[in-house]
């Protein structure tokens, strides 16, 4: 028997890494070369604590990297961590955990009436 | 003993418990106007829903995508036991008439557990070809289109 909450995990992380705009465009950046957090964030109107949050976001699940050289810090991509989460499988799973949050979400407010 | 055993490479077993009564749980699986409210999910939505809530009984569903195009889905119902088990499938039409394009067929169980409810959702898919099948009508998720171009963007990068 498959256990799905806990198969589910890192991929879930991978997709709400990926739902975000702004990290999704670090990402296509990303996958030109690397670059250092300034560089990354230039095109960005955003504090800059507001989007280090996002470069952590990417790189706690893994689909991201960074190493730091003096003061600066560079980041590179992980291809093999996008690849999860090209997987037709993963995505239908996503897909059903998302309707299913959304049925527990649409059950309490009922049950609130 | 169930009589499906699911395949790890074919088959999702999803796994909630909800702090609400069975019975609320039953009927947002089982009548329209809880259906439409979160059976799709967004930014995708569900416009229109018919059941006929019986074995060979129609599980008609109209879905919207963010681009406003709408993707009719039509399946039949297997077994029908109030507050415990839903059983369809899009393998066959309303009345069990094979359908064209089977694709999946989907368990839903429930559990009284205390005051709240464990429900277990099995979606059971036919093949890689149904697979393909699925992906070509066009059923992703809007942000699951903007991973597929992600991906692809990536992939054409690093290599």
Sequence with gaps: MI?????AKPIDHVFRALSDPTRRHVLERLSRSPASVSELA?????????FVQHMSILENCGLVQSRKTGRVRTF????KRLKLAE????????????????LDTYLITLKEK | MALWKPDPKLDLVLERVVDVPRELVWAAWTKPEHIVKWFTPAPWTTIHCEIDLRPGGRF???????????????GCYLEVVPNERLVWTDALLPGYRPSEKPFFTAIIALEKQGKSTRYT???????????????EMGFHTGWATALD???AHIKASVH
């Design chain 1, 3 to 7: 256990t799905p909450s806990e198969a």
């Design chain 1, 42 to 50: 230039a095109p960005f109107n955003m504090a800059l604590p507001s």
């Design chain 1, 76 to 79: 590179e991509i992980v291809p």
């Design chain 1, 87 to 102: 997987d037709w499988l993963v995505r239908q799973r996503a897909l059903w955990e998302k309707r299913l949050d959304q």
């Design chain 2, 60 to 74: 008609h569903t109209i879905m919207r995508s963010p681009e406003g195009k709408d993707f009719p889905n039509t």
């Design chain 2, 121 to 135: 959702a099995t979606a059971i898919h036919r093949d890689e070809a149904g697979k393909k099948q699925h992906e």
């Design chain 2, 149 to 151: 171009q992600l991906v």
